[in-house]
């Protein structure tokens, strides 16, 4: 029996989920929810329907995948959509992962289902890895850069901002941090000292440019602590040169080992996306198959990527999993 997929939200990411399942046929997409009119959504073939209609579907949706964003949206829907639902999420503002875990965890356990929360490349795969090497590597420093890529949170904070009409920011890394850490230096580097973050934004006519520039280099969690550029164009601009949504970055740890830690060793991922929102996307339905099978073991509660047995994640059997990939 396939596994029953739905989605709440259909922005960029929600348009990846929808891709994404077309490569999964273990997994079935019911229908894409959205707040907006119906009528005005075209999906790539998924029915659509309004949000209201959505607790008509508790009995025929096993997993329902949240595309909402991180700012405003998920902090509430998340915990909400708990109380009826398997969920899973992509939450991305890392200083308030425990409080959002602990709102979802209390909402999943009393109604008896079971949520993932921050499934994506980081919060997601970064932290996998930053969590495999630095138990292989307990003498160590991490060190994680993004970019040069578009940040959909980022962007999609400045967008909730007053006079603000659309948004891309792209997270730089700061080239000489990088490879001095590559080179085994180890270097102590502050937040400002290991990405840049460059905001182009659309405003609307006659808003105040200085107030909204003020709103977003001293924005908490965001780009209070960035050297951050903002520069302003037209929605032709943005069209023309930032319509695509490119990101990656590298999670590296260097560390030791020996007596007397003479041997240094560096690991490093790296990821290089043509699309964050598809990549994105792609991780999320691996991880809706992984949860559905926990939730068929009898778990219950909010689960992160460090909770989930990395077989849950493919659609091949044990036994499969070890003729071809061990």
């Known amino acids: 029996m396939s596994t029953k997929i739905g989605i709440y939200g259909y922005g960029n990411l929600g348009k ?15 229908g894409v929810f959205t707040r907006r009119d119906p009528s005005t959504v075209k999906t790539y073939g998924a029915p659509v329907y309004a949000a209201d209609e959505l607790m008509n579907f508790k009995k025929k ?67 996998l890895n930053r969590l495999f090497a630095s138990a292989i590597l307990p003498e160590g420093q991490d060190y994680t850069f993004w970019g040069r890529g578009v940040s959909q949170g980022h962007s999609d904070a400045i967008r909730r901002i007053e006079g603000v009409v659309d948004a891309r920011q792209y997270t730089v890394p700061v080239e000489e941090a990088l490879e001095r850490v590559r080179k085994g230096e180890n270097p102590q580097l502050t937040t400002r000292e290991k990405h840049l973050r460059e905001c182009y934004v659309v405003a609307e006519e006659g808003a105040d440019l200085k107030r909204i520039e003020h ?47 003479e041997h240094k060793h560096v690991i490093e991922y790296k990821l290089s996306l043509d699309s964050n929102p598809e ?37 091949l059997s044990p036994e499969e999993l070890r003729a071809k990939m061990l």
């Open 16 to 30: 990846g989920v929808e891709c994404a399942l077309k490569n999964a046929p273990d997994l079935e997409l019911v």
């Open 61 to 127: 949706i096993h997993v329902l995948i949240l595309c909402g964003g991180s700012a405003t949206d998920l902090p509430k829907m998340t915990p909400e959509l708990a109380k009826h639902f398997n969920v899973i999420d992509s939450f991305d503002t890392h200083a308030k992962i425990p409080e959002h875990f602990k709102a979802v965890h209390t909402a999943a356990v009393e109604s008896g289902h079971i949520a993932l929360i921050s499934a994506g490349w980081d919060p997601g795969m970064f932290s």
């Open 279 to 315: 990549f994105t996307a792609s991780v999320i339905v691996a991880y809706a198959r992984a949860l559905y099978k926990m939730r068929r073991r009898c778990e219950t509660g909010c689960k992160t990527v460090f909770d989930v047995p990395p077989a849950d994640l493919s659609p």
């Open 215 to 261: 709103e977003i280099k001293t924005m908490p969690n965001y780009f209070a602590d960035y050297d951050t550029t903002v520069t302003f164009i037209t929605k032709e601009e943005m069209q023309k040169n930032h319509g695509a949504l490119p990101h990656g970055g590298s999670v590296l740890r260097t560390g030791t080992t020996g007596v007397n830690g």
